[in-house]
DNA sequence: CGAATTTGACCCGCGC
DNA sequence: GCGCGGGTCAAATTCG
């Protein structure tokens, strides 16, 4: 018992070390854990009734064992951490190529016509020398290409910032219990049976921080009653715990890409966008309707895995449009849709691609996992 | 006894 | 204008 907690007390401040991005923790001399290795051992040995010289040996194969373990995750964590900012690198590039597509393309429909343009063009081209070198012209690109990137960011966020407040991220979950472990507290505030659904859904606000406008709905699948629906709405004020973090993190990410999209490309009550790919192969982003049609509802079906067996993603649908379809390699590429040479790759390369090329995904596996392992086992470390 | 949950009433937006 | 349905409030109840 003692041993579990000296353990757990280590993967503890080994989460601690990996959320907080510190340097690597200098494991022999933090003294919670020698304290509570300390306190475990002599436990150990007091509740133990075999002979003294046995309790030495019995000390040294356990104090062994853990430093084994120890050794262990720490090499996990390094290796998370160097995935992590691989991970992030690939991501930033990514969303920086999305932003000037985004951004091009907004320049290219604008309402000004092509002998405008041509006549700028023209001004822009007396206007400088005739011929500037080639180093001229990659400066002036990078310039450009460095403004246009800042002012779409800004548009963005603006965008974001607003439609954040009314915007929602559903999550679809196969659960047994009726909470998803994310992390947070929530409080529950009333209960509704909705027409069209046997289960009731209940109401839920955030509990952690004051007057914080969070809020989320739970309601289990009318078809499928093992599938909870988890809805959140709305921004935390406050810091939250690793393991929240993790589902803000993916609600936010999903949000943001959801939003970047469908402003080019919601029409009625359908929302397609371009980055529904971006969550498969295990995660679909659909949408479903909701008791408030205005507000944008983004739904992460983390129901797939265990419903298709982890079977290539019947989840890229043709409805979903991809202008910017991603290669399993993180790069843009322009096609139609997924190859026939891509649905023979092993599904180990499928899904590592996915979270290697996606750190929301990764945010969205671990919440999922975090919720299946449910409370009883939340000593175990992230992902 | 305080905190959390339950539950019926009420409010408000939307469609007809 | 009315009814319906989703969302919220707050008193009552339960739980630790």
Redesign the pocket.
Known sequence: MEGKIALKKLLEVQEKAYVNDTDAINWTEEPSIKNTLGSSLLSLSLNNLEPPQNHEQQNLNQLGLLQIELEEVKKENQNLRSMLNEISEHYAALQNQLLLAMQQKKLSSSPRNNEDMQKDSQQNNMEKPALPSCRQFLNTGKINNRVILQEAKIVEEQAFEASCKKARVSVRARSESSLMGDGC?????????????PCP?????C?MGTACPV?K?VQRCAEDESVVIT?Y?GNHNHSLPPAARSMACTTSAALKMFLSGSTTSSHGSTYSYSNSDLFSPLCTSTYYP?????CPTITLDLTQTSKNNMKFPSAISSNHLQPFPLSLHGQPQQSEGILPSEKNLALVDVVSAAITNDPSLKAALEAAVSSIIGDSQKSLPTL
């Not at 859904?201 to 606000?205: G, I, T």
């Not at 909701?290 to 205005?294: K, L, N």
């Open positions: 507290q929530w409080r529950k505030y009333g209960q509704k049976i909705s027409k069209g659904n859904r209940a109401y839920y606000r509990n809020r709905q809805t709405e909701s008791a408030a049609p205005s």
